[in-house]
């Protein structure tokens, strides 16, 4: 019983220190379009216009030629705080002159995350 213990004991002191638990969290709570990137596309999010904001749960990375494919990503920006997501000059470069854009952030409070750069799918 007691080198059963230690073993234990030792999975659980690396799991704690090597993040086992962060990534079983993470699991639990996928963010679907985390890994998103240019050419990529999005499926059917609710649609804002001007300086609203809307939160969204369930966003996710669709194949773009599945009938959910909504957004094509034309760009992102990593290390965004909340304030630079909602400017949205972190896109401007991304977007054509005289073409709708849309921004869409992943940003826990008070940390930084990433924008996602979309328009509309033709």
Do not use: H, W
Request: some cysteine; aromatic content about 8%.
């Amino acid at each position: 019983m007691g080198i059963i213990g230690a073993i234990v004991a030792f999975l659980v002191i690396a799991g704690l220190k090597f993040g086992v638990g962060s990534a079983i969290g993470n699991f639990l709570n996928k963010d679907e379009t985390a890994e998103a990137k240019s050419g990529d596309c999005i499926a059917e999010l609710p649609e804002v216009t001007g300086a609203q904001e809307e939160k969204v749960d369930g966003a996710k990375v669709v194949e773009c030629t599945s009938t959910e494919a909504a957004f094509t990503v034309v760009g992102r920006a990593d290390g965004q705080t909340a304030a630079q997501a909602r400017a949205g000059d972190a896109c401007e470069q991304f977007f054509k002159e005289g073409e709708e854009g849309y921004v869409f952030s992943s940003i826990e409070p008070g940390k930084t995350g990433y924008v996602l750069c979309l328009t509309k799918k033709a």
